[in-house]
């Protein structure tokens, strides 16, 4: 889980992988606001797919290495592009490497089928489109990266 201070079930850590009984679950998430979800005043769970989505989402704008709450291996170092002269085009190839990396930590996550990114103002929207170990649906994912 991508909360793990508010998370309430026992988890077992093996090799720097977290496996969690059950199903794979998530607190519901509120991407425009950037906040969890309530359903009569209290947080509810979302499960896999869902879940997933929000893993991806908070993993993509989380710089790696940051917040003692996260393992070595939960975030992102695109934030390291910030300040780097470098072309859009370059720019674009190393967020999607990144992106990747960070993404396929996940061993829910059967494959990346594609990475679009847009440059809006501010910030790259990446578009990532993955399969899950759950169904063979194509999930996509928006991530506003402020960079």
């Given at each position: 889980m991508v909360l793990p201070y508010i998370l309430n079930r026992q988890i077992d850590v093996i090799d720097e992988e977290v496996y969690i009984p059950d199903d794979y679950y998530e607190y519901a998430y509120d991407f425009e606001n950037n906040?969890?979800?309530?359903?009569?005043g209290k947080h509810?769970?979302?499960y896999g797919n869902e879940a997933l989505k929000i893993w991806i989402y908070k993993a993509v704008r989380s710089d790696r290495f940051r917040y003692s709450a996260y393992?070595?291996?939960?975030?992102?170092?695109?934030?390291?592009?910030?300040?780097e002269v470098i072309s859009e085009k370059l720019?674009?190839?190393e967020i999607?490497?990144?992106?990747i990396e960070t993404v396929m930590v996940n061993p829910?996550?059967?494959?990346?089928e594609k990475i679009e990114l847009k440059s809006k103002k501010s910030v790259m929207i990446a578009d990532v489109y993955i399969t899950s170990k759950f169904d063979n649906e194509v999930v996509n994912v928006e991530c506003d990266i402020p960079i």
């Open positions: 906040e969890l979800l309530t359903r009569d509810y769970y979302v393992s070595s291996r939960f975030g992102t170092e695109i934030f390291s592009l910030i300040g720019k674009k190839e999607k490497r990144y992106i829910y996550i059967q494959s990346i």
